[in-house]
């Protein structure tokens, strides 16, 4: 692997100024060439994590903490493979070990990780700006793995990714996200990403699940999924949690089916090409259908998981590339 | 302890009932006012003191405190203080009603405002009688509405047999829910959970039927939005017995400020729109708004130093009462009568004290202000037990040089 070098194409300039920050909280405000960067800088992972020995040693001697104060299997295995991949050693703390069950407060918990010296940290935790409040408090670069309702951006980054795998580029391209929008961080930092790169994007949910004032955002909204689908690129499905298909926010699981379950007949509401996305982990036969998670071509879901380590390798690189002093970054 | 000698402040312009200040002095016999005005003499033996031109004003009456933290409300000119029934031993016993009425004593007056409900649970009235002759000065719902209205119309009832005032925390608690901020562009970017800002204007309406009802004067500690304004404006068109309340947070900072998750903004009501902070500051200058409070509710970093969603609502405002109230002035919205009405003559007078305003015969509660000090708010350096001030760093006009409580001065 060589250092970088200024983009081919000059889409973002060279260096640091690449991508200037010491954390990735979130991906509300970066430029679009930030982000491309950290997608360009992603291709190269995807390239090596498909060979048979995946292994490099960019981040040899590196400890990396995964804080994980909300359960997490996928994006938390994740992480760790992204880590061990670039040589880093990765350690996991999850809350059910953790000392914040005993009463500790986060803050307490982010000094005593600090103090460790970790050379990047990886933090989940379920509150909204949970992740920006340790940011503030800690030595060495923050990753948000998802902060309650507010963002998840590495979620947003390889979500863009597929994307651009499948169709090329974003001008022009309509994206539907359909689901739980109010709690969902990863429709938040979609939306950040997708509108920053010059796609359309709407959002259809029942008006329960639907935040206030979405249209700030720069996004079309629907209650009305059919019409969302229409002429649709892409349609991405987000995951209901079980807890709100019980009376609170929806009568019942199949009858969210019934409006906006992702069926072959929905789907061919939208472009003969359109890409199906779900972040996963679905729940079969309520948002999505199975023959359609399941459609050879047209469903990414499995891609999305494949870009999410190569994507999470390009950030644990670039984000750690001022500690290991790489030319243009010290 | 020998008497201290009569108090003349001379030189000073004194805050009245209406129009501009006049020139003037302020004589103290004991702890009563025996003269003011342009004709005042100091006389032989008098501790004089000269004001140099700057204001004389009643002490403030802060309605509604969550603490008695007397550095914080002595630096921000309150002599007296509505406690809200919110503490650690809540006030719905006439013991702990009794005990807090003693507690600021002598430098400040504390009034108790005596919880409505058993440990503030909403639904079993407290010994309310009991805890009027034991000294509270109204009655309070606490940081939280009752949500039976059954609960609400007995409580109201009974209280407007008792002449008490009951002061009411306005958000629908259905609808509230867990939310930490209001419903709108600002919650949504955030992820923060959001209650739409009708759940205060809900509350109100029903609350407003409920007094019209039975009589009873009703006070809305603090109204935030355009809705409720408007509901409490018409309610006293028709002479329903209510009155409103807000805090300077309220009408000097919109949901804008929660942008990087600060949670010194995080505050009960939430921080509403722009909208709304207009409609607040409009409806002060209409009169709809009786009472400015500090709401002053200091809390520590085991309280604050954590996400937003989980930390505790609350500022700490009483040094920045008078002079965020001061900008009122200076930005034409209010006169300075008014704002010390609004700071000091109407809670009094809601309470049933006899304060909140200069005249011979009444307590000598009295603060010499200069209304143009600049000084910056810092929350590392603030009086209050701590520093959750949503005005840090922030530049204000405005600051008490003396306070006297019955003749004697303060701090």
């Known amino acids: 692997m060589t250092s970088p070098e200024p983009s081919p194409s000059g889409r973002y300039p060279a260096g640091s100024a690449a991508f200037p920050h010491r954390d990735l909280t979130g991906l509300a405000g970066l430029a679009p060439w930030e982000i491309l960067f950290l997608l360009d800088e992603a291709e190269q992972w995807v390239e090596l994590n498909r060979q048979p020995q995946k292994r490099v040693d960019r981040l040899a001697g590196l400890t990396i903490i995964n804080a994980f104060f909300e359960n997490s299997t996928r994006t938390l295995l994740s992480f760790e493979i992204a880590g061990k991949r670039l040589g880093a050693d990765v350690v996991n703390m999850q809350v059910a070990q953790s000392s914040v069950k005993k009463g500790e407060t986060l803050i307490d918990t982010a000094m005593t990780l600090n103090a460790m010296h970790a050379d990047a940290m990886v933090i989940r935790h379920q509150s909204s700006g949970a992740v920006r409040l340790i940011a503030e408090k800690v030595d060495c670069p923050v990753l948000n793995a998802g902060d309650g309702q507010h963002e998840h951006p590495t979620q947003g980054l390889l979500d863009a990714l597929t994307i651009r795998k499948a169709k090329g580029d974003f001008g022009g391209l309509t994206v539907t996200i359909c689901g739980d929008i109010l709690h969902s961080r990863v429709a938040r930092s979609n939306i950040h990403a997708l509108t920053t790169l010059g796609a359309d994007v709407r959002v259809c949910a029942p008006p329960a699940l639907m935040p206030a004032d979405i249209e700030a955002m720069k996004v079309a909204a629907f209650h009305d999924f059919d019409a969302a689908l229409k002429g649709a690129d892409v349609v991405m499905m987000l995951r209901l949690q079980q807890e709100r298909m019980s009376g609170q926010f929806i009568p019942s699981p199949r009858e969210y089916r019934h409006l906006y379950g992702l069926t072959m007949d929905r789907l061919s509401l939208a472009k003969g090409d359109a890409l199906v996305m779900h972040p996963g982990p679905m729940n079969r036969g309520v948002e999505i259908d199975s023959n359609v998670a399941d459609l050879a071509g047209r469903s990414a879901i499995t891609t999305q998981v494949e870009m999410g380590v190569a994507i999470r390798m390009a950030c644990l690189d670039v984000l750690t590339r001022r500690s290991r002093k790489v030319e243009g970054w010290a | ?411």
Request: some cysteine.
């Open chain 2, 1 to 411: 302890m020998r008497p201290l000698a009569p108090l003349a402040l001379v030189n000073g312009r004194l805050i009245g009932p209406e129009g501009e200040p006049r020139s003037g002095a302020l004589r103290c016999e004991g702890d009563r006012i025996v003269a003011l005005g342009e004709d005042v003499r100091a006389r032989d033996g008098d501790r004089v003191i000269d004001a140099k031109g700057a204001l004389i004003a009643p002490g403030l009456v802060d309605l509604g405190v969550f603490a008695i933290d007397k550095p914080a409300l002595h630096f921000g000119g309150i002599t007296r203080a509505a406690l809200m029934p919110d503490q650690s031993v809540v006030l719905d016993k006439p013991s702990a009603v009794r005990f807090a009425a003693q507690s600021g004593k002598p430098d400040l007056w504390v009034h108790p405002l005596a919880a409505a409900t058993k440990d503030l649970g909403g639904t079993d009235l407290a010994e309310l009688a009991l805890m009027r002759d034991a000294g509270a000065r109204a009655v309070a719902t606490g940081r939280r509405w009752i949500g039976d209205s059954g609960t609400m119309h007995r409580l109201l009832s009974y209280c407007a047999m008792l002449d008490l005032v009951v002061v009411t925390h306005a958000e629908d608690a259905g609808l509230a829910g867990q939310a930490v901020a209001t419903a709108g562009e600002m919650a949504t970017r955030l992820g923060l959970p959001s209650a739409p800002a009708e759940a205060e204007a809900l509350a109100i309406a029903r609350d407003l039927q409920l007094a019209e009802l039975t009589g009873a004067r009703l006070h809305f500690r603090q109204v935030t939005t355009a809705r409720g304004l408007d509901l409490v404006r018409a309610a006293k068109a028709r002479g329903v017995h209510v009155t409103a309340g807000v805090t300077p947070a309220h009408f000097m900072l919109s949901d804008v400020s929660i942008g990087d998750f600060r949670t010194f903004t995080r505050l009960s009501p939430p921080l509403r729109s722009e909208t709304d902070r207009q409609a607040v500051r409009a409806a002060i200058a209409d009169g709809t708004i009786d009472v400015i409070a500090s709401g002053h509710d200091p809390r520590g970093p085991e309280d604050k130093r954590l996400p937003f969603t989980d930390a505790e609502p609350g500022m700490a405002g009483a040094e920045t009462l008078l002079p965020l109230t001061l900008a009122l002035v200076r930005d034409g919205v209010i006169d300075l009568a008014r704002a010390f009405a609004l700071l000091a003559g109407n809670p009094a007078r809601l309470l049933c004290v006899d304060a909140g305003v200069l005249a011979v015969g009444a307590q000598a509660d009295v603060a010499v202000i200069d209304a143009d000090k600049p000084w910056i708010v810092d929350s590392d350096k603030m009086a209050a037990s701590a520093g959750n001030t949503p005005f840090d760093k922030q530049g204000v006009q405005g600051r008490v040089l003396a306070l006297f409580k019955g003749g004697v001065p303060v701090g």
